[in-house]
């Protein structure tokens, strides 16, 4: 088991960057498949990206391929999203999660969530 805890969240302007990140404790972070997903008010949850458990693969979602980039730092068991370009429509509750499956849709643990509001 291992438990996941998402930061970085904030305000931004349309155009403008942050980077979240997700602070991984318990099992070994490298045995995980990990994910970003995000849920918009009155949404589903949505896929974002996926990076394998060493980072040689990564995955994402089109509406976010070019401008956010998923990376992972084993020692320092810790998943990031940087997102760069960001857009009015990108604003949502920011969720990392683990898996054993290299997939866009079945994971096992979950974070809490970190709130990205871009205004325009």
């Known amino acids: 088991q291992v438990q996941l805890v998402e930061s970085g969240g904030g305000l931004v302007q349309a155009g403008g960057s942050l980077r979240l990140s997700c602070a991984a404790s318990g099992r070994t972070f490298s045995a995980y498949v990990m994910a970003w997903f995000r849920q918009a008010p009155g949404t589903e949850r949505d896929f974002v990206a996926a990076i394998s458990w060493r980072g040689s693969s990564t995955y994402y979602a089109d509406s976010v391929k070019g401008r956010f980039t998923i990376s992972r730092d084993n020692a320092k068991n810790t998943l990031y999203l940087q997102m760069n370009t960001l857009k009015p429509d990108d604003t949502a509750v920011y969720y990392c999660?683990?898996?054993?499956?290299?997939?866009?849709?079945?994971?096992?643990?979950w974070g809490q969530g970190t709130q990205v509001t871009v205004s325009s």
């Open positions: 999660a683990a898996g054993n499956r290299w997939t866009t849709n079945d994971y096992d643990y």
